[in-house]
Nanobody, 130 residues
Framework: QVQLVESGGGSVQAGGSLRLSCAAS????????MGWFRQTPGKEREGVAV?????????????TYYADSVKGRFTISKDDKNTLYLQMNSLQPEDTAMYYC??????????????????WGQGTQVTVSS
């Protein structure tokens, strides 16, 4: 499994922006499906953005999934090594949640359910006030 460590959460007013980071380490394969998920108390973990990436290099591949609620506002990306990002713009109170980074060892993403992923970070809290 991949070790994932998130950072970048915090509190922001509605309309503001945050960028979450996820540093990956201890990976033994190069191609992973990686994504960002969020969860609020009493609700199932929701896929926010999911895409295929190559760890240790700058390439990506396949399609990118975004939840309808974040399309046009959130962007998933990765640097040329092993840090995954989620840029979140125009944040709204309903975006308040614990955000998790996740990875699954496969060349391309086949789904965006939390059940499709087996490596998880510890989570970072995002709070958006109105």
């Amino acid at each position: 499994q991949v070790q994932l460590v998130e950072s970048g959460g915090g509190s922001v007013q509605a309309g503001g922006s945050l960028r979450l980071s996820c540093a990956a380490s201890r990976y033994t394969y190069s191609r992973y499906c990686m994504g960002w998920f969020r969860q609020t108390p009493g609700k199932e973990r929701e896929g926010v953005a999911v895409a295929g990436f190559t760890l240790g290099a700058g390439s990506s591949g396949g399609s990118t999934y975004y939840a309808d609620s974040v399309k046009g506002r959130f962007t998933i990306s990765k640097d040329d090594k092993n840090t995954l990002y989620l840029q979140m713009n125009s944040l709204q109170p309903e975006d308040t949640a614990m955000y998790y980074c996740a990875a699954a060892r496969r060349a391309y993403c086949s789904g965006h359910s939390w059940r499709d992923f087996d490596s998880w970070g510890q989570g970072t809290q995002v709070t958006v006030s109105s």
